[in-house]
């Protein structure tokens, strides 16, 4: 028999205050900063990071 695992999980909607956006781009403009690390280290999606940098 397969075991199969439910996990039920709700997540909040993040919000970032101007500021706040201000900062994450700021950090990738930095010389040498990874954006990847930045995403991974905010819990930021990729597409959310690319429509602040617009």
Known sequence: MERIEVIKS???RQ???A????QFIAMTMQPGSSVSS???LYGISPNLL???LE
Not at 19 to 22: F, I, L, S
């Open 15 to 17: 919000r970032f205050s």
């Open 10 to 12: 709700v997540q909040c």
């Open 50 to 52: 690319c429509r602040m």
């Open 19 to 22: 500021h706040e956006k201000a």
């Open 38 to 40: 930045l995403i991974r």
